[in-house]
Nanobody, 125 residues
Framework: QVQLVESGGGLVQAGGSLRLSCAASGRTFSSLNMGWFRQAPGKEREFVTA???????YYADSVKGRFTISKGNDKNTVYLQMNSLKPEDTAVYYC???????????????????WGQGTQLTVSS
């Protein structure tokens, strides 16, 4: 069984920065893709960013240029650096893992096998 543990959420003022972390454990991964999704109150969960096992990255248009996804040296940890935060970034952020390393589908929720419990980000205006 794979576990995803997220950390780093909180309250930040508009224009500020925050970094989320997500650590995957429970097995050895040969080709692990990881992604971040978010869900605001009253809205559906949406894609934010993803990174494939080969380093390819994908970003939603709404966060491009402000958010950066990266992997730790152990390749099982993913970080989401969020800069220039806006009130509309307020949401619960979920980390997800695609243990099959599906190519070119990081934005699709269906390819992800495991999900974290979510961490709240609140951006005040």
């Amino acid at each position: 069984q794979v576990q995803l543990v997220e950390s780093g959420g909180g309250l930040v003022q508009a224009g500020g920065s925050l970094r989320l972390s997500c650590a995957a454990s429970g097995r050895t991964f040969s080709s692990l893709n990881m992604g971040w999704f978010r869900q605001a109150p009253g809205k559906e969960r949406e894609f934010v960013t993803a990174i494939e096992w080969n380093g390819s990255t994908y970003y939603a248009d709404s966060v491009k240029g402000r958010f950066t996804i990266s992997k730790g040296n152990d390749k099982n940890t993913v970080y989401l650096q969020m800069n220039s935060l806006k009130p509309e970034d307020t949401a619960v952020y979920y980390c997800a893992a695609d243990i099959d390393g599906t190519y070119g589908s990081g934005w699709r929720q269906i390819v992800y096998d495991y999900w974290g419990q979510g961490t709240q980000l609140t951006v005040s205006s």
